[in-house]
């Protein structure tokens, strides 16, 4: 695919241009601003299974992170940006993501292996096991019905790396089928992280921010090196 090696290598149509161009033969179909510097662009594409979509996420420096997923939201492919390392799914998974679970029954558990690659070539197996919960509240973010999680799950490398643990809540669309990041804390290594990372807008096509490729919340905080505590995190958010 050559649209996907322009990307990872930081194509200048995707961060220059002012507005996302989808790769040829993929249609773009959302686009969200984080509260964290960052912006999601979303799209299908014409060659791939029912269901697969794509996500971009670029934040004040361009493209950070590439990640293909299925209707269940199965991490088939990810790529952290720039660089070489690319994850992929080994299947068949022992307990796969399903978001059809989660959204009928209130719960979905899961456990699976990604394989890591670095230029190309396998160096690394890491095991993935978690939940992911329904809390039962709901919440609206410009005018969008979402679902708020409680989640939490562990990587643990069997090269003897560190195993890391990532716990909080999320967001859920019923309509997209799509996750957002919300409120969360990793450990890692002995030390901890805290990200608030909610969604701000959603655009859609013919909507104004649609493919827009720039960060439009918390660049300020960002460059200045302030973090807002998340407990006193105000969330723009109307309760359903």
């Known amino acids: 695919m050559k649209w996907l090696i322009a990307i990872l290598a930081v194509s200048p149509v995707v961060v220059t241009a002012g507005t996302f161009t989808p790769p040829k033969g993929c249609t773009a179909y959302l686009t969200v601003q984080l509260s964290s510097c960052r912006v999601e662009q979303h799209w299908t594409c014409a060659g791939d299974p029912e269901g697969d979509h794509w996500a971009l996420t670029i934040d ?57 690659l670095r230029g190309g070539k396998p160096f690394a197996t890491e095991h993935v096991t978690g939940f992911d919960k329904l809390t039962g509240t ?6 969008e019905d979402l679902l708020v999680t409680e989640f939490k799950f562990q990587v643990e490398s069997k090269s003897g790396g560190d195993t890391s643990r990532t716990y909080g809540n999320q967001y859920v669309s019923p309509k997209f089928r799509l996750f957002f990041q919300g409120r969360e804390t990793e450990e890692v290594g002995g030390e901890t992280y805290q990200y608030d990372e909610k969604p701000m807008l959603f655009s859609e096509p013919g909507e104004a921010g649609f493919l827009a490729d720039k960060p439009k919340f918390g660049c300020d905080e960002m460059m200045s090196g302030l973090q807002m505590p998340l407990a006193t995190a105000k969330e723009r958010r109307d309760e359903l």
Do not use: C, M
């Open 60 to 116: 004040a420096d361009g493209p950070s992170y590439l990640q293909h997923l299925d209707r269940e939201f199965r991490w088939l492919e990810n790529y952290p940006l720039p660089g070489d390392f690319k994850r992929t799914l080994r299947q068949p998974e022992a307990d796969p993501n399903s978001l059809t679970d989660l959204l009928e029954k209130g719960r979905d558990d899961f456990d699976f292996e990604q394989t890591v």
């Open 138 to 143: 709901k919440v609206r973010i410009d005018g």
